[in-house]
């Protein structure tokens, strides 16, 4: 997201309200069974693991479809203009999936390719400065990643980089994703 912001509002669309899409609507979220694999990965291969949620995910991915807003009242002086959405607004149907297409296009690009039995577990090989081979993942719960690497670093400032992380989730994962324990 543009980081010339300086304000934040939380706009969200009447989704509920409209007709399901024909196609499918998308947000990524990978299996406790997968986790649980990489977690048995990560300890067989002395891997670290760290953990970051993506702020204001939804608000990062392009949007394809052309939706216009007639501005509230906390829009101030442009009250009752037209305005047209140029991104993913949360409540939005296809929100979910353009925000997918938008963090794969990312994992592809770094040159992580995805399981083809969790599509939101993430491998690129890699080689310990041994010479030893081995694969990193990086594991996707909609906003939130987990990091299984020899070096999660490299990973991490890359999508810090790209998106705005929420500081407070960067580091050893207290807790991972959203599930009860």
Known sequence: MDRKFMRKAQFVSGGHMADPPANIT????????????????????????????IGNAY??????????????????????????VKCAWYGLKL????????LS???????????????DVWLRLQSKSNGKEYYEYVLIFVDGTLHISHKTSPTMKVLGKLYELNDESVGIPQKIFRWKH
């Open 105 to 119: 296009q990312t994992m592809m690009d770094m040159g992580y390719q995805w399981c083809k039995a969790d599509f």
């Open 95 to 102: 929100s979910g999936t353009a925000w997918y297409a938008m």
């Open 59 to 84: 608000l990062n991915a392009k949007w394809s479809e052309r939706i216009l807003i007639k501005a509230g009242i906390e829009f101030r002086f442009d009250k009752g203009c037209m305005m047209i």
């Open 26 to 53: 998308y947000s990524a979220v990978v299996s406790q069974e997968s986790v649980r694999i990489a977690f048995l990965l990560a300890v067989l291969n002395d891997l670290e693991i760290k953990a970051a949620d």
